[in-house]
């Protein structure tokens, strides 16, 4: 009479206790003896007799959430490392500070840029370092800071709607650019956008950033303005033509009213000034731009609502020091081949830089020489402690517009001393 297969397995388990310890002629009767009752090939006799003696079963739980675990007898049990760490916690305290006074930026940009951010923190009183700290520092790689900076990232983890109203007057004399078509070889074309801040509410005024980048060097300017009224935008971005390292010589923006207007067009064409605009709903036509909306501007404003006048006086004494940070001491990396095999793509980035360095390749030598004075003037901690000092300003006074309140004795929000 055949076997079940719950007897067949009974059956093995029985045999394949005396199959591990025994000689080969030993194992050779064995297996004939589990042949003659199972009917198995000996070859599948054989293996399972090998495979039931190498692995141990233990049942869990009761009912329906009985579980069996299977152990493998062949492994060994792992042994940790006894080689001692190479970034210890010095190295972990003071490579944090140095993310936290550079924004939190990822280790991509931060690796390439320690050697040139290490010295300024050190000349600046910021920072202090051990020869052998300051020697690993230099050495870390990428995925190496990454990895030590994911227990810090996890403490400080934390969308918004599009107010662009069309401009459709003018849009058949603004030829349109696309994202392929762009030139990035020459500073001075920049793209141009409104960001809002309406704190989810579109009624009424309120404030807007007019954030405006540089395709070549990421160079990147900020404006608070009362509202979206042709005069404000335009007249901040004349203030900020004042303020670029090179000239202006072309501006591509979105199809908002804002911009699609007589006066920005008559001004392009007698200033020699090439203007263009994206295509409607492709976002990905401003893509330099729309990157900064977030990295830049709602990192530092975020999404509250801003509708006074004195919030549009400390947004702007804002901007006055984030420009400074941004540009002279937070290092980009800009695509540089991107190719498509299958459904995967393959992005390539160059090294990370920050724009002031990206800059200083298409300035004169007097222009150098006067944006390297004012770099060395800079003090990237003090910079970001003013603006953490005006981040809390605004967030207090829109804390009580929407009837809040905080305790008197509580202290200014200050992440780099923490």
Known sequence: MALTMTQRKAVTRELAKKYTGARKKEKGKILDDLIDLTGYNRSYAARVLRKTAQTKKKTVGRGRKRVTLVEDRRMKPLKRRQRPRKYDKAVQRSLKKIWIVLDCICGKRLAPYLPEIIPVLEKWGELELDPEVRQKLLEISAA???????????????????????????????????????????????????????????????????????????????????????????????????????????????????????????????????FTRGRVCKKNDGCFVEQ???????????????????????????????????????????????????????KKYDKARTPYRRTLDFLSKKEQDALRKQYESLNPAELKRKINRLEDKLWKINLKKRGGSLPEDAPAFDYIST
């Open 292 to 346: 900064k909306n977030y990295s830049v501007v709602r990192r530092a404003v975020g999404y509250a609502r801003h509708d006074t006048e004195g919030e549009l006086a400390l947004l702007n004494e804002l901007y006055g020091y984030l420009r400074l940070y941004t540009n002279f001491f937070l290092p980009v990396m800009k695509l540089t081949e991107k190719t498509r095999n299958g459904s995967r793509v393959l």
């Open 144 to 274: 190496t800071i990454d990895r030590l900076l994911a227990p810090v990232k996890r403490e400080y983890q934390l969308k918004a709607r599009s107010n662009t109203k069309p401009g459709t007057l003018l849009k058949h004399q603004i030829p349109i650019r696309t994202f392929s078509e762009w030139d990035e070889a020459q500073p001075g074309f920049v793209e141009i956008d409104l960001v809002a801040h309406n704190g989810g509410d579109p009624r009424g005024d309120f404030m807007h950033t007019l954030d405006v980048t540089d395709v070549c060097t990421q160079w990147t300017e900020t404006r608070a303005v009362k509202n979206k009224a042709r005069v404000w935008v335009f007249e901040a971005l004349l203030d900020i033509r004042e303020k670029l390292p090179f000239p202006l010589l072309g501006i591509d923006s979105d199809n908002g009213s804002e911009f699609i207007n007589y006066h920005l067009v008559k001004y392009c064409e007698e200033n020699e000034i090439t």
